[in-house]
């Protein structure tokens, strides 16, 4: 090796050396930080961590989605829906500029999942007439279902507006974990559909 090899190969070891004496772990680790070890015991609640361990992953199980108008009977969907959009039928049927709003019914198991949102496309004669994404939270498990409820809306109104209707709805969390990813189909009339 001659000098000026020497001297580069020496260089680099103390650019090395600077850099491991440099660098300086910046607050506390997640297994010394206090206030989220009282953050995850406070989402967790009753569930015994002993038996999950660090790896578990969290389960997010879509129930049901309600369909809630005033003066209407709330109507149940238990997800996946009853749809048989490949043979023209539709899952459920809206009346058009009637008012409307839904629920989520949802369970969490096994871990905390950080960041759970849905997304929710409408698409009429394939032009997407609709893209809504919502940020729902931070849920940890536990044994009774959480549910979300959506601010109220109304249906498009007009000759134009009643139709068939192509969905995609899809629940992922921060982590990119998909839990529910879902196509279907609905119709709005101008009269309500058969409850």
């Known amino acids: 090796m001659d000098a ?48 999950l361990g660090e790896s578990a992953e969290p389960e997010v199980t879509v129930l049901n989605l309600t369909i809630l108008a005033p003066g209407r009977p709330d109507l149940l969907l238990p997800i996946p829906f009853a749809d048989d959009s490949s043979r023209g039928h539709a899952a459920f049927t809206l009346k058009d500029g009637s008012p409307y709003s839904f629920r989520f019914s949802f369970a969490v198991a096994n871990n905390i999942v950080s960041g759970l949102k849905y997304s929710h496309t409408v698409w009429k004669a394939g032009v997407r007439v609709e893209n809504q994404k919502v940020m729902l939270g931070t849920f940890g498990p536990r044994q009774e279902p959480y549910t979300y409820d959506a601010e109220e809306d109304t249906t498009p109104s007009g000759i134009f507006a009643r139709g068939s209707y192509s969905a995609k709805l899809k629940f992922v969390d921060d982590d990119g974990k998909v839990y529910l990813d879902m196509r279907y189909c609905f119709e709005i009339r101008k009269d309500w559909g058969v409850v």
Not at 17 to 25: C, F, L, T, Y
Not at 27 to 51: F, N, Y
């Open 4 to 51: 000026e090899e020497e001297a580069s190969a020496s260089m680099a070891e103390e650019d090395e050396e600077e850099e491991d004496a440099g660098s300086v772990a910046l607050g506390p680790q997640e297994g010394e930080d206090d206030s989220l070890r009282r953050w995850k015991e406070q989402l967790l609640g009753d569930v015994d961590t002993t038996k």
